[in-house]
């Protein structure tokens, strides 16, 4: 498949660019790369708009099967931009308003679309970067990545989602200590506790999580993220009501082509080839 390289904050292939992303896809894999190296590619307002804006792109673009995150440099993010807020001075209210707006938007459309998404987290994931990563699907760490909360150090309350996943994925004790201690977990702890899935040589990050990327965009897309869909809502429903949004999950997967694929794949022993649909 040709590479395209996104250079625009409308869900067309502008020529207008990104300032602080960079958005390729290849081989039905998007990779969103954080571009604020000299910030640690810290997230300001500009910088959570144009992810909202990516986000879009990656539901809407059925080209689109699977995406990866990263940062360039040497940091996946480092958070928020806090030297930006200290100018905002008495509008910094508003400012952090308009930001959480644009990032919790792109959080939600990245947890909610199909395409499953991976971050690939080089360096160090602090405070909504750390965030960030607890929010895909997969996560694939360097060995030198370092992970904290950060927020309370600067006097702040978590936001980026972490409230919601963090501790559904290491559990409420240990989540209340990452928020209130601010404790900085190495590669090895994040993936003991649960926070990441697997670690890599940090010049392999990237490709390793492209790798996993491709592998998965060749799988049953809708699929995907139907079940995403459903671990999301185990959160706040009982026992029947999950079951039964199961039921509807599978019977539409069931009539669907890759639910049709993988049946008769299966009885025929053969690989399935799926479509994403």
């Given at each position: ?43 300001d ?63 939600s ?5 199909s ?10 994931a602090?405070?909504a ?41 290491v ?10 201690t601010?404790?900085?977990?190495s ?60 039921t ?7 009539k ?22």
């Open positions: 498949m040709v590479l395209t390289i996104i250079r625009g904050l409308d869900l067309t292939r502008s020529t207008k660019a990104l300032n602080n992303l960079e958005l390729s896809v290849k081989n039905n894999v998007a990779v969103i790369t954080l571009n604020r190296p000299k910030a640690f590619n810290a997230l307002k500009e910088t959570s708009f144009e992810l909202m804006k990516v986000s879009i792109r990656c539901h809407e673009d059925p080209e689109i099967r699977a995406a990866v995150i990263t940062g360039s440099g040497k940091a996946f993010c480092a958070g928020g931009d806090l030297p930006g807020f200290a100018t905002a001075g008495d509008q910094v209210s508003s400012a952090m308003l308009e930001m959480t707006t644009y990032l919790h938007g792109a959080i459309r990245f947890a909610r679309m395409p499953p998404l991976v971050s690939a987290v080089n360096g160090v602090a405070g970067g750390m965030s960030l990563a607890c929010s895909t699907d997969l996560a694939i760490a360097g060995e030198s990545a370092k992970f904290t909360m950060a927020y309370t150090k600067a006097g702040l309350t978590p936001d980026g989602s972490s409230t919601f996943f963090l501790a559904r994925l559990g409420l004790r240990r989540a209340q200590e990452l928020v209130l601010n404790r900085v977990l590669a090895e702890e994040a993936l003991d506790w649960g926070l990441i899935n697997r670690i890599v040589p940090d010049a392999e990050v990237l490709s390793s999580s492209v790798k996993l990327a491709e592998d998965l965009a060749l799988g049953p897309t809708e699929a995907f993220g139907s079940a995403k869909r459903l671990l999301l809502a185990s959160a706040g429903d009982d026992l029947e009501a999950q079951m039964e949004r199961e509807r999950a599978i019977a539409n997967a069931a669907g082509p890759d639910g049709k694929e993988g049946i008769a794949a299966f009885v025929a022993k053969r690989s399935p080839e799926f479509v994403g649909r």
